[in-house]
């Protein structure tokens, strides 16, 4: 017989950093920056909050209605997308708070955006 | 160093943090930092008081009086101040008479520290944060030595601790008569934020450092706490018993040059059969309700503890007790110890499945254990190319000079 905890809520982190700055990362700061973001979702996994989560591109396309548009970044690329994780959380609050203690949120070089995932509609 | 600072040593790191944890429930109007540093006077206090006087029959009472007086007298430069301090109208108690007041008893304490702990479970605050602001109030850790601890900065110490100290502040636990049925939803995240600060202290990236040790011990003592209280239940005795295991094999992991010693290389005469005995005892303690994480764990941990050695130990066993686990809570960290497992029972294919797939995953592709373990299988199955290519990944991916001395280690064996 297992214990579930309370229903969690999922949440999105909508990572975003300077886009410009990631372009010209070399092979080593890129490993570099990846492995210290390992360490954090380790962190997340922990305690048991890690879903799943990836790095995006720096460049791909941009679709509407009028064009696709190539290259990139298109929106502020100061703070562009560049990857987003998915967790569990009692609460907003409370799944702000995590995204609060990524490293490189504290020194400055990454924002996060969390937004709750909304779920099943219900019937 | 004469007996007396020996006294007052012992009787700070036992007490310190109980005591600040008490003025706070019997004021409101303290607060956290402020009750710190009554706290300190009053030690000080006591160090000047005791070497003239000798010590007293109840020290620990005699020092929480001067606590109080001295708290009663801050309040009394302005503030308002609620219902026991009330009843001292006069501030120069004589501290050498012996408490009437129950509160002072050794055992209230204990009680203070479970409701500022609780308190530190505001479920507005994530788990790593609420380690954070129990190591600096429950355990009363300085900032510099939580940032070291956690691998953080103390600027980032600092952010964190400022937006959770403005919740703890409000949190009625803290000042109000809270019953254990009031408590008890916050049981779990109690759990976890012992069981998180277990694990800091358990990693072993920093080698033999006191402060590790002590932080394990620290969570013992809070998880024991919660056992004697009313509030404990059959998790808490899991996560004791799954501490237990652990610490049980404290002392033979690291080699007599402090070097890191994995499960396989450890001699386990070194490990703690008294321990190993109590852990036994807590686990059969745990059962007859569902299972819990902390269950499975505590079973893991039972069945390499009870091993005789790693040859012998129940590989298939612990595999079904990680899967059964993983059901429960998804995790690619733990699949990594599901793979490993898999791998020594016997099962070499699904094993190797298991570790590709998470080597797809960007985040698990980087993970230093993940490449360690492969390096080490490959290394079991004669694929010395292959797990020189891992090993050398792995050291790119830790800072850790015990670590990478390890993997150097395993490297130097490819000869």
């Known amino acids: ?123 | 160093m004469d007996t007396i600072q020996q006294e007052v040593d012992l009787l700070y790191k036992s007490h310190f943090g109980k005591m600040v944890s008490t003025l706070l429930y019997f004021s409101r109007d303290i607060d956290l930092d402020s009750a710190e540093d009554l706290v300190q006077d009053a030690f000080s206090a006591a160090l000047t008081a005791w070497r003239k006087d000798g010590l007293p029959s109840n020290p620990a009472g005699w020092i929480f009086t001067v606590c109080k007086n001295k708290a009663l007298n801050k309040i009394k430069e302005g503030k308002r101040f609620k219902n026991l301090f009330q009843e001292e109208t006069t501030p120069a108690r004589d501290p050498a008479t012996p408490p009437s007041d129950p509160a002072m008893r050794p055992s209230a304490f204990d009680d203070y520290q479970l409701r500022l702990l609780f308190a530190c479970a505001h479920p507005h605050l994530s788990p790593k944060v609420q380690v954070v602001i129990t190591l600096k109030y429950v355990v009363n850790l300085k900032v510099e030595a939580i940032a070291k601890i956690l691998a953080m900065t103390v600027d980032g110490i600092d952010k964190l601790l400022i937006r959770a100290r403005q919740k703890i502040k409000e949190e009625k636990i803290l000042f109000e008569e809270a019953n254990t049925e009031a408590l008890k939803p916050r049981l779990p995240v109690v759990h976890k934020i012992i069981y998180l600060i277990f694990n800091e202290g358990y990693k072993t990236s920093w080698g033999k450092e006191l402060i590790r040790e002590e932080l394990c011990e620290e969570a013992l003592l809070l998880d024991r706490a919660l056992l004697n209280s009313k509030i404990g239940n059959q998790e808490t005795a899991a996560l004791y018993a799954l501490m237990l295991f652990n610490a049980a094999r404290f002392k033979a992991r690291f080699g007599p040059s402090g070097d890191l010693l994995d499960l396989e290389e450890q001699d386990r005469g070194l490990w703690d059969p008294e321990l190993i005995r109590l852990a036994c005892h807590y686990l059969e303690q745990s059962r007859g309700g569902p299972a819990s994480s902390y269950h499975y764990e505590a079973a893991i941990a039972y069945l390499h503890c009870t091993a005789e050695s790693f040859a012998q130990t129940q590989w298939a066993a612990i595999s079904r007790l990680y899967h059964q686990l993983l059901q429960l809570h998804p995790n690619p960290f733990v699949e990594l110890n599901y793979a490993i497992a898999l791998y020594y029972a016997g099962h070499k294919v699904p094993a190797f499945e298991t570790l590709d797939n998470l080597l797809k995953h960007p985040f698990l592709s980087q993970y230093y254990l993940l490449n360690a373990a492969l390096g080490k299988l490959h290394f079991l199955e004669g694929n010395g190319e292959t797990a020189k290519k891992y090993w050398e990944k792995t050291l790119c991916q830790t800072n850790s000079p015990l670590e990478q001395d390890f993997i150097h280690k395993m490297i130097r064996r490819l000869k």
């Open chain 1, 1 to 123: 017989m297992f214990i579930k905890e309370k229903l969690m809520e999922k949440f999105l982190f909508i990572i975003r950093e300077d886009l410009n700055v990631l372009k010209d990362y070399t092979e080593e700061a890129r490993q570099r920056g990846m492995v210290e973001m390992s360490r954090w979702v380790e962190t997340l996994a922990e305690s048991w909050s890690y879903v799943g989560g990836e790095p995006l591109a720096i460049t791909g396309r941009y679709v509407n209605k009028e064009e696709v548009v190539s290259d990139g970044p298109f929106i502020e690329a100061k703070e562009g997308v560049s990857g987003y994780i998915v967790i569990e959380a009692e609460n907003l609050d409370a799944a702000a708070s995590f995204a609060q203690t990524c490293p490189l949120v504290l020194r400055g070089t990454m924002a996060i955006e969390v937004r709750p995932m909304l779920g099943p509609c219900p019937v």
